[in-house]
């Protein structure tokens, strides 16, 4: 049974886990800029790892607690929620212009690591092995594509350069320290909190893991791109709108839930697979919106169409529950 107490544990620790991630990135950025590390080198490392700390934080607690449908539904209800809901809110914001580069390879290659993905949990159907989900090689072989990502992430922000030079605050040592202490405790308690009170909530309500994991906590560890990529879009600022959602899908699955499965394997509940289509099908079809109407613009009324077919999603998944 579950009480009040387990939903104000649930939004605290989101508080915190958020809170958190925003006071490690900004006080380690200051150190960085301290020892003369540049603006670029820290946006490709502590900014971005920073960004995705929320579902990295929550997925390794579900890893080592056994709670492997909160860590694999995470990442599936992130990436969806990321390209439906954020996508969708911020083209309703303002239409938003892709980059050529992010139309033919960054978003394939986020469909990529889905496919991929869809690939490993399937042992079953394959081989007819008798463990279903992602082993630990097959998280080592994710965390290989994900350093070929970083590699060429990192070989295009050299070319475009950065316009983030004057962005990073830098505070006094002791502060930057204490910044990243206080980040990493608000990262570790949120994050508990989270994984605790929505296994409580799910045992509670009579519902699976996986349900909770796709809704709820996938939403609140998305929340630092929600905020990102409205406020990019508000600012008519695309490039970071559409960059934003586009690189964390692919960081959350090669990083996430490859480092998820180095700690401990996941079995994958067949039942997921339902999410990892959606997660293929919402990809495809920003991938097409690309030729559809004005070419390389997410229009309003697409982004209309993937905020509808967001709550189609949670509602067929919430009825399949009931």
């Avoid at 009040?4 to 925003?22: C, E, H, M, P, S």
């Avoid at 934080?57 to 954020?86: E, M, Y």
């Avoid at 339902?274 to 390389?296: E, N, P, S």
């Amino acid at each position: 049974m579950f009480d009040i107490l387990t939903y104000v544990l649930l939004v605290i620790g989101f508080i915190f886990l958020i809170k958190g991630a925003d006071l490690l990135v900004d006080g380690a950025s200051s150190i960085a800029r301290r020892l003369k590390v540049s603006a670029l080198v820290v946006g490709l490392t502590i900014v971005a790892f920073g960004t995705s700390a929320p579902e990295l934080i929550v997925n390794i607690f579900a890893s080592i607690q056994g709670n492997t449908d909160i860590a694999i539904a995470n990442i599936l209800g992130s990436n969806i929620a990321n390209i439906l809901l954020i996508l969708g809110t911020s083209a309703l914001i303002f239409p938003l212009v892709v980059k050529r580069g992010t139309v033919w390879k960054e978003i394939p290659l986020s469909l990529l690591a889905i496919v991929v993905v869809g690939l490993m949990v399937n042992d079953l159907f394959f081989d007819g092995g008798t463990f279903s989900g992602l082993t630990r090689i097959d998280g080592f072989v994710l965390i290989a594509f994900f350093v070929i990502f970083l590699y060429y992430t990192f070989g295009i922000s050299k070319v475009e350069g950065s316009a983030e030079e004057g962005e990073i605050k830098v505070y006094s040592t002791l502060k930057s320290l204490g910044m990243i202490v206080l980040g990493l405790l608000g990262l570790v308690v949120g994050g508990k909190w989270i994984v605790d009170s929505a296994v409580n909530i799910a045992s509670g309500l009579g519902v699976s893991q996986a349900l909770i994991g796709l809704t709820i906590v996938a939403v609140g560890t998305s929340l630092p791109e929600l905020a990102t990529s409205a406020v990019a879009a508000y600012k008519k600022n695309s490039d970071i709108a559409v960059g934003n959602i586009v690189g964390s899908n692919i960081f959350n699955i090669f990083w996430i839930l490859g480092l998820s499965a180095v700690v401990k394997p996941l079995p994958f509940s067949p039942l997921l697979m339902r999410d990892v289509w959606v997660t293929i099908f919402a990809t495809v079809l920003l991938f097409v919106f690309m030729f559809v109407g004005k070419k390389q613009i997410l229009e309003r009324w697409q982004g209309c169409a993937f905020v509808a077919l967001y709550f189609v999603y949670i509602a067929m998944i919430i009825i399949q529950e009931i």
